[in-house]
């Protein structure tokens, strides 16, 4: 019941509560106040992550820093993917909105120093400060829905506030082309300054929940942080640094068998294999309690997510190569040209949120999606250097849609499985693997771009030194070439290693059919109704 405590209905005498019901859910103008606030804070998180995409060319050409490219999208993965856990205990044992808050200012000095960075460590040292506050970000604007909004109500808020990220995939582009054409490429940072000011002030002064309800937020601060398991989050945060940097640097700057790289993996994996032992010694203490991790829904929803967010960033990604350097446009004209996987993406977000809160059932939705994802993604490793603009276009469409399909059900099933107390740790663990797929993407993706390239290009033309074209990066390649063959040539190249992401892509859709089918076929609104029967009766005996 929202964030009150067991059978204890608000005051609704006085005024700040007139717009929550009796079971303690917000209603009416207040709902849509946090709502608003929580789709602006989320804006933050969507478009930093969009933004750049189209940016990217740019900023590793003027650093001379084509081989960190997978790092300036990386760095911010790896510490929104290594935060997750934490935040989960966070939003469990804290105030939820001060939490929050916290989480936009952490975010807003990561985008300062992104900003006004002189260099491409500095550069990437802002994506990772960036990466933590945008951990608390999404995590809390799930959480918050969850504690306003009725059970059988949800689907629709989460979609709504999630379809935000399609939002951010038409006009992320478009304006970061239009910063880096026209402004500065820095200005796709400093942008987040006033939307972030916005947001900390309307949440500021619209959120207004019960916190302080639960047993674990009534907890004296000292036992709070030794539920904090530092110990779990430092062998997360290694463990994860140590899989992305095996993944950025085999096949590329050093061979897979090198002692380097077969070391870091190794490392990843006993790490991980110690991270579960800490677990399981601390019990319910646990950042990421067993219990909740084997729970059959969060289990399969949670890969279920890694592998969609794989082909989802890689499609983000990569995508904004070829219009730059296969057909040779701006970065502006690249943003427009990513507006169709955008647009399939909110009509698809919102929609399935709709359908399952009339329907109730929401794993056929999961299935649905990854199958159009599919055959969307099978089109997109079509696409070369000829492929006439109603073909792409409709490509991207049929991808987006299937794999926006998909995006916020397993949160949708978290609600229903798991207990309002352990929904934030629910949210924790899904929210890490999606992440931690989003950062192997790019990173595995970076490695198969640059080896495709330098496959490819000696294949194509013998006009130039392939590591030559690689370190110039994709938007001086009219520079480089010394004839308009040897151009259609490097462009014919690029467009050949895009489309090695793209079966990548292709692959870990197809991944999350198996485990959509592991989900456990629930109702939402069954759910919500066995939910307020076993509420009334325990007001009945009280």
């Not at 989320?42 to 900023?59: C, G």
Request: net charge positive.
């Amino acid at each position: 019941m929202g964030l009150l405590k067991k059978n204890e209905k608000p005051d609704l005498s006085n005024r700040e509560n007139t717009n929550i019901d009796v079971d303690g859910y917000l209603t009416s103008w207040r709902l849509a106040a946090v709502v608003s606030s929580l789709y602006l804070g989320t804006l933050l998180v969507a478009i930093d992550t969009t933004i750049i995409s189209v940016a990217v060319p740019k900023i590793s050409t003027v650093f001379k820093a084509l081989d960190d490219i997978a790092w300036y999208g990386s760095a911010y993965l790896l510490t929104v993917t290594a935060c997750q856990p934490s935040f989960g205990n966070l939003y469990k044992y804290f105030n939820v909105k001060h939490t929050y808050l916290v989480s936009i200012i952490v975010f807003e000095a990561g985008s300062i120093l992104c900003a006004a960075a002189p260099n491409s460590p500095t550069f990437i040292a802002g994506r990772a400060i960036s990466g933590v506050g945008a951990a608390g970000l999404y995590q809390g604007a799930l959480g918050i829905i969850g504690y306003s909004v009725r059970l059988e109500k949800r689907p629709l808020y989460l979609g709504i506030v999630l379809s935000v990220f399609g939002i951010a995939v038409c006009i992320g582009p478009v304006v970061g082309g239009a910063f880096t054409d026209h402004v500065s490429w820095r200005w796709c940072f400093w942008i987040n300054v006033p939307i972030g000011g916005a947001a900390f002030l309307l949440i500021f002064l619209f959120l207004k929940l019960q916190d302080g309800g639960t047993p674990e937020r009534r907890l004296p601060i000292k036992d709070k942080l030794k539920r904090m398991d530092p110990l779990g989050a430092i062998l997360v945060i290694a463990s994860v640094c140590c899989l992305l940097l095996a993944l950025q640097w085999g096949g590329t700057t050093m061979p897979w068998r090198s002692k380097t790289v077969v070391g870091l993996l190794i490392g990843f994996g006993l790490l991980l294999i110690i991270f579960g032992l800490v677990q399981w010694w601390n019990g319910e203490k646990a950042t990421i309690p067993l219990r909740i991790m084997w729970q059959r829904s969060v289990f399969m929803g949670a890969w279920f997510h890694f592998f969609l967010e794989m082909s989802i960033y890689i499609d983000i990604y990569f995508i904004p190569f070829y219009f730059q350097a296969v057909q040779g446009v701006d970065a502006t004209t690249s943003g427009v040209r990513s507006i169709p996987l955008g647009i399939a993406q909110i009509v698809a977000v919102v929609a399935v949120g709709a359908l399952v809160t009339k329907i109730g059932h929401y794993v056929p939705f999961m299935i649905m999606g990854g199958c159009i994802g599919i055959v969307g993604t099978v089109l997109l490793t079509r696409i070369g250097i000829g492929t006439p603009t109603a073909l792409w276009a409709t490509y991207l469409v049929v991808a987006g849609f299937g794999l926006g399909m998909g995006v916020q059900v397993p949160f949708t099933a978290l609600q229903v499985v798991l207990s309002e107390s352990d929904v934030p740790t629910g949210n924790a663990i899904i929210l890490f693997f999606s992440q931690l797929g989003a950062s192997a993407a790019i990173a595995i993706g970076q490695s198969l771009f640059i080896n495709g390239l330098l496959r490819e290009i000696p294949k194509l033309t013998d006009a130039i030194d392939p590591h030559t074209v690689v370190n110039a990066g994709p938007l001086n390649l009219k520079a480089l070439a010394k004839s308009p063959a040897v151009l259609h040539a490097l462009r014919n190249a690029y467009s050949l290693a895009v489309r090695d992401t793209m079966y990548y892509s292709l692959a870990a859709v197809c991944v999350t059919i198996p485990f959509a089918f592991g989900m456990q076929w629930l109702n939402i609104k069954k759910a919500a109704r066995n939910k307020d029967v076993e509420e009334e009766e325990l007001v009945r005996l009280a």
